[in-house]
Nanobody, 130 residues
Framework: QVQLTESGGDSVQVGGSLKLSCVVS????????LGWFRQFPGVERELGAI?????????SYADSVKGRFTISKDYAKNTLFLQMNDLTPEDTAVYYC??????????????????????WGQGTLVTVST
């Protein structure tokens, strides 16, 4: 059974840090593209890209998080991570992890697009206050 289980969301102050985790089961983890996306308050119809890490290890980041967020994965634990530093109130959102094993050579075009991902976590709330 495919399942993505997220954890790590919390309430923090401006400038703080959080590390989100996403445990992936039921997929060939090493052959799967993985990503983080978020829904902002009041804009819940849309998912904004955060970062992705491909099956071959390449990473991609949205401009809004470059230099602050780091995506990584632990092969032994089948776990995806998002390290978030220097958080601002504009980072307040529900954060989702996503996975898909079928991107292939199109990985660089698909990895920051929410639509192509087939599997999603339940979401975890991050709140950043002043």
């Amino acid at each position: 059974q495919v399942q993505l289980t997220e954890s790590g969301g919390d309430s923090v102050q401006v400038g703080g840090s959080l590390k989100l985790s996403c445990v992936v089961s039921g997929l060939p983890f090493g052959d799967t593209c993985l990503g983080w996306f978020r829904q902002f308050p009041g804009v819940e119809r849309e998912l904004g890209a955060i970062a992705g890490i491909s099956d071959i290890g390449t990473t991609s980041y949205a401009d809004s998080v470059k230099g602050r967020f780091t995506i990584s994965k632990d092969y032994a634990k089948n776990t995806l991570f998002l390290q978030m530093n220097d958080l601002t109130p504009e980072d307040t959102a529900v954060y989702y992890c996503a996975a898909d094993p079928g991107f292939g050579q199109a990985r660089e075009f698909l990895i920051l697009l929410p639509g192509p991902y087939g599997y999603w976590g339940q979401g975890t709330l991050v709140t950043v206050s002043t």
